[in-house]
């Protein structure tokens, strides 16, 4: 549903300008049943901006779908903006000109559409919602429909590729999906896993610095891990990453003629942050110099969704300042800090309670 929203109206500028972001005009998401614009829900709108309602992977009409988008800048440009945007970090007011010479092509893709996994994550959306997950379905096909886009020029290069799921390694047909992209050239491939099958697709993509791998980890010990995760995987998982990490070329990866990938950031791991299961600063310190001690130079976290929409009204300090800790933690062990989605949105929304965090400029 599009509602005028006076806050989006760009109807009155000098220049014609209206918001729109990089998921609208280039962006595919396969989820199980649907297809979406985008992957992005940690907002007020709610995000998932809907495509296809039904979708088993039919054979997809292109036109349709760029027609579709064409629909959300011609509203876009009234501040006519769709009920699940509202809010959206992501929305950007820019120039027509500039949003309409970019062309129509799809760039950010978002490959989601299995639930299988190998872990049982306490906080997971399958572990949560048990009677929607009670009935196991096959996955449809993407690689056709990839094979598809790339002859028909419809997949291109530039933005980014992320799966999600459900384990991708555990994906029949993930390693192909992988190994096709790969040969294509593309980059900015990201896959989370939870590290627990070891996949030779994923070290060749390190290697070539194209492809980011993000083990879940949670823990910085076997007890806690089992206790979030529920399988006795610990050990393995901290093998496998140990061996994607030794995959990393430490170079700078020539992607195009004026873009480069860090070779030694392709692997890293996450931590979602369980306020009374894992919130503990020694936790946080054995998960960091774990990785460092395996070539893991990538620090990632997140809040756990449950316990954030419980407290999203009423945020405690304290986890405000247990974020801070671990930015400490990584800044002294010298990685890379990366904050997702959710954790990122409440430092921006907070600013008076962070006064250390820089806001990403995009
Ligand atoms: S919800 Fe945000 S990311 Fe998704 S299509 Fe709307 S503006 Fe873009
Ligand atoms: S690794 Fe991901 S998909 Fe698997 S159980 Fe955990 S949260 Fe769910």
């Known amino acids: 549903m599009f509602k005028y929203n006076e806050k989006y109206d760009c109807s009155n500028l000098p220049k014609p300008a209206f918001y729109s972001c990089p998921w609208i005009q280039h962006g595919l998401v396969f989820f199980r049943y649907k297809m979406t614009m985008c992957c992005y829900c940690g907002h007020v709108g709610g995000g998932h901006t809907l495509v296809k309602d039904d979708y088993n992977g039919q054979p997809i009409n292109w036109e349709h779908l760029f027609k579709q988008k064409r629909t959300f800048n011609r509203l876009y440009k009234k501040g006519l903006i769709n009920d699940n945007c509202v809010d959206c970090p992501f929305l950007e007011k820019r120039m ?7 062309g129509e092509y799809i760039s950010n893709l978002y490959i989601s559409h299995w639930v299988d996994c190998n872990c049982k994550c306490t906080y997971c959306f399958e572990a949560q919602h048990p009677e929607e997950f009670q009935f196991k379905h096959k996955p449809y096909s993407v690689l056709p429909i990839l094979k598809e886009m790339l002859q028909k020029n419809i997949l291109r290069r530039g933005g980014s590729i992320h799966f999600g799921g459900g384990e991708p390694t555990l994906l029949p047909e993930f390693e192909d999906i992988v190994r096709l992209l790969l040969d294509y050239k593309f980059y900015d491939l990201r896959v ?41 995987q610990y050990d393995k998982v901290r093998e496998n990453a140990r061996r994607y990490a030794a995959a990393q070329v430490s170079r700078m990866h020539a992607l195009t003629p004026d873009m ?6 392709c692997v890293g791991t996450k931590f979602i942050v369980i306020p009374g299961v894992n919130d503990t ?12 001690e395996s070539g893991i130079h990538t620090t990632i976290i997140d809040l756990e969704e449950n316990w954030f929409k419980a407290h999203e009204q009423d945020l405690p300090q304290s986890i405000f300042d247990f974020i801070h800790e671990i930015k ?19 430092l921006k929304e907070n600013p008076e309670r962070v006064p250390w965090f820089v806001p990403d400029k995009a």
């Open 96 to 102: 027509a000109e500039d949003w309409e010479k970019e």
């Open 192 to 232: 989370h896993t939870s590290g627990i099958k070891y996949s030779p697709i994923l070290e060749r993509g390190i290697r070539e610095g194209r492809l980011r791998v993000i083990v879940s980890v949670d823990a910085g010990c076997a007890e806690t891990y089992k206790k979030i995760k529920q399988v006795p």
């Open 260 to 265: 480069y990938m860090v070779g030694n950031i």
């Open 281 to 292: 600063l020694e936790e946080v310190e054995n998960w960091i110099k774990a990785d460092v």
């Open 328 to 346: 400490k933690l990584s800044d002294k062990y010298g990685t890379h800090f990366e904050m997702y989605e959710r954790v990122n949105n409440m």
